[in-house]
């Protein structure tokens, strides 16, 4: 495959196949909401970001409506990343506690960060059809992430999909089931873990908390050091 993360990150971003997700991103970027309405927002697919030598890759569904649709950085200006970033911190991934917006000087430890899918879908619920298109784009930067050796799906939703990539493109008879901290091994050697979505929600029924994710982030360091 001839192609490098600046070219990939240019079809991403110039990429409108989806015409349901088109609309949508544009209609969150012409109405935003109250406390963004003077902000510009990005408006067009989320590329990954982090250390493209890295080790670990933090998977998501897609970038948030007034999130990374916004600032044009995945698990940036909301309140997922608020939490997530505090415990990416606290494992000495992520050079500080926030990520607030493209050049805030944030930097990624052996990390990078992205998504199944690039756009923001009405509901973070994308079809069928709109995850069929995206999947060449998460396919080229799992080839592109030559180091890779473990990968931390933040949620069911991005854990099932990352299964279902996997069986598209081998044959599989393991039985996922997503178990937060739970590793499985995946056919092309690399470890899959499972991890709860650090949503507000999640967070303030307390599914989650901040020792269980800091956990979850430091037992994924290990595993690499293993290898």
Known sequence: MNINFSQLNKKIINCNKCSRLVKFRNKISIEKRKQNIDDVYWGKPVTGFGDKN????????????????????SFTGDKSSVFLFKCLYASKIANQPNSDHINDGLKLNDTYITNIIKCVPPGDKPT????????KYFYEEIYLLKNLKVIVALGKIAFDNCIKFYKKNYSIKTKFIFIHGKKYQLPDGKLLIASYHPSPRNVNTKVINAKMMISLFIKAKRLISKT
């Open 54 to 73: 890295g080790k670990i890759l933090i998977l998501g569904l897609a970038p948030a409506a007034h999130g990374g649709t916004r600032t044009g950085r």
């Open 128 to 135: 069928t059809h709109e995850l069929n298109n995206c999947d």
